[in-house]
């Protein structure tokens, strides 16, 4: 099992930058597949980011392509998601989550989640 918390949401205008971090602990943090995920309110959670235990593989649906990123650091049992040009409908309470492989994750059928973080984007 991996303990997750996630930190650095806050407000920002339309256009500009966050980052989130992810602290990990557990044994088995660095052989996990990482992955983003976010709720808005009265939605459904939606898939945000994946990257496996090397880093060298990422996945991004596309509403959020090229302008978010992943990264870890194995070595700070950290992972990153770097949030570039945000809109208002990237509002949303953000989750990171663990899980053994790389379709685990992306599908959202993993055991190990954060409490979350509030991104709130205005105008």
């Known amino acids: 099992q991996v303990q997750l918390v996630e930190s650095g949401g806050g407000l920002v205008q339309s256009g500009g930058s966050l980052r989130l971090s992810c602290a990990a602990s557990?044994?088995?943090?660095?052989?996990?597949?990482m992955g983003w995920f976010r709720q808005a309110l009265r939605q459904e959670r939606e898939f945000v980011a994946a990257i496996d235990w090397s880093g060298d593989n990422t996945y991004y649906p596309d509403t959020v392509k090229g302008r978010f990123t992943i990264s870890r650091d194995n070595a700070k049992n950290t992972v990153y998601l770097q949030m570039n040009s945000l809109k208002v409908e990237d509002t949303a309470v953000y989750y990171c989550t663990a899980g053994a492989d790389d379709g685990t994750v992306v599908s959202g059928h993993t055991d190990d989640w954060g409490q979350g973080t509030q991104v709130t984007v205005s105008s």
């Open positions: 557990g044994p088995t943090y660095r052989r996990k597949t």
